[in-house]
């Protein structure tokens, strides 16, 4: 996957939306150029050709829909990599399954056992916390 594709300057924002007549004032350009999250619509008639990928950078959004992954038929992607959101879901919980180290898995069954006491305990963590902050 290519790198990350930056969006235009402003300047080149406001010249391209001048060619295209968007019916956008430079100010909301400006706005959202700021914030690095043009309006779908202004991405749309700006950008028509751009990948949904780089349509969704332009958005400032991080998942976006594209063709189905070939792995689990899922469409919502990743906007860092272009990679399936599902199947990084799944890989990352294995990962973690199978790099658990003897502290954490040792602590997740005393968790496990322990729920009751954990309730409580956090129960009273938390009112203190809000009479403190009172
Ligand atoms: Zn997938």
């Known amino acids: 996957m290519s790198a990350r594709p930056k969006l235009p300057s402003l300047a080149e924002v406001i ?16 706005r959202m150029h700021k914030h690095s999250e043009m309006s779908a619509e202004v991405v749309d008639a700006l950008w028509p050709d751009a990948s949904p990928r780089v ?3 332009y958005q400032g959004l991080t998942r976006y829909n594209d063709t189905a ?3 689990c038929g899922s ?6 990599n272009g ?3 599902a199947c990084h ?4 919980a294995k990962w973690r399954m199978l790099n658990l180290t003897k502290s954490t898995r040792d602590f997740a069954k005393w968790q ?3 729920r009751e006491y954990r309730n409580t305990y956090n129960r009273a963590l938390r009112t ?3 009479e403190q902050a009172a």
Do not use: F, H, P
Not at 75 to 80: A, D, I, K, Q
Not at 89 to 92: A, E, N
């Open 75 to 80: 469409t919502l992607r990743m906007v860092g």
């Open 112 to 114: 496990a056992k322990n």
């Open 55 to 57: 349509k969704a950078i």
């Open 83 to 85: 990679r399936c959101w």
């Open 89 to 92: 879901k799944v890989s990352t």
């Open 69 to 71: 992954c070939k792995k």
């Open 15 to 30: 010249a391209l939306a001048e060619q295209t007549r968007l019916d956008v004032s430079v100010v909301d350009l400006a």
């Open 128 to 130: 203190r916390k809000q």
